[in-house]
């Protein structure tokens, strides 16, 4: 009897608007994988404590709330979400005010205790934080992308990816998916988004940082096509052959 290949882990880590959720959705779409959306957990931490009246500038505060909110992540790449308490919290965790609050809230130890707790057993198809018809489905593995992934939360992964962009193309792209939602302009937009970086890359607790073994790809120049065929070239070379 032949056993079944060992699931795949894939890490995709790097700054705000290079491609991450883009680029790893469509991966694991195409070679039947789980997704996470390691940000969308930390966005939505960030939301209850917001809803909570939590002072979000209060770390001691953020830190003693952190076990409370239930957090659930659906892992199906074609149709992500992500409750909490229950709640849909997929609108909520995309405005400007949890934006804005998001790298306070994932600087404190004890929230990223409690979401690296859950990141792992996600990825390791256990029950908790996972929806449950993500664990009752038969996973070939699984692409989780963030920050810190291949530095902490898998350092194990079958294959790392740190994507970059330059500061311009990222501003563009995100000032792009703003349009019509919000008056930031692309300057606005560049300075918010290279604020985020900084406290995210200057944090004492795993901060975003490429890996030593991962695999740097520099999308400034590429279609999310080729970053997503790059990607997809990397995980088959990863895979025994058969
Ligand atoms: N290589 C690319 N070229 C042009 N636009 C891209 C590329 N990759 C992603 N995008 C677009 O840039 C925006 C931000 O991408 P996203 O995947 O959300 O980045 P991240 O998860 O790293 O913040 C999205 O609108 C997406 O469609
Ligand atoms: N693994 C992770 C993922 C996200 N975070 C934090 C830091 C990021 O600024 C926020 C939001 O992440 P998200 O991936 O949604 O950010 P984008 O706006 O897509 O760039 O969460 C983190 O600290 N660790």
Redesign the pocket.
């Known amino acids: 009897m032949q056993t079944a290949p060992a699931p795949v882990i894939v890490a995709i ?1 790097g ?3 290079t491609g ?2 883009s680029t790893s959705k469509a991966v694991a779409a195409e070679l039947g994988l789980r997704y996470l ?7 939505a931490i960030t939301w209850w404590m917001l809803s909570n009246g939590i002072d979000v500038a209060d770390p001691t505060a953020v830190a003693a709330a952190a076990g409370k909110p239930v957090i659930v992540s659906g892992t199906d790449p074609a149709r992500p979400t992500i409750t909490v308490d229950g709640a849909d919290a997929a609108g909520p965790i995309r405005t400007q005010e949890v ?1 804005a609050a ?2 306070a809230v ?2 404190v130890a004890e929230v ?1 205790g409690r979401i690296t707790e859950l ?1 792992r057993s996600i990825a390791a198809g256990t029950a908790e934080g996972t929806d449950p018809a993500d664990v009752a489905a038969p996973s070939r593995g699984i692409v989780v ?5 291949g530095t902490t ?1 898998l350092p194990d992964a079958d294959l790392k990816v740190f994507l970059t962009a330059s500061p311009e193309a990222r501003a563009a792209r995100r000032s792009g998916e703003l349009r019509g939602k919000d008056s930031a302009d692309l300057a606005t937009t560049r300075a918010a988004l290279l604020k ?1 970086d900084a ?2 890359s200057g944090r004492k607790a ?1 901060p ?1 940082k490429k890996a030593d073994d991962a695999v740097e790809v520099d999308t400034t120049e590429l279609t999310l096509e080729q970053v997503v065929e790059c990607v997809v070239t990397l995980v088959r070379e990863q895979q025994p052959a058969g």
Do not use: F
Not at 37 to 43: C, F, I, L, V
Not at 145 to 149: F, K, S, T
């Open positions: 880590d700054p705000s608007g991450k959720s959306d390691t940000g969308a957990q930390y966005r934006t998001v790298s994932s600087a990223r990141q992308e963030g920050r810190d992934i939360v985020r406290a995210d795993s975003l």
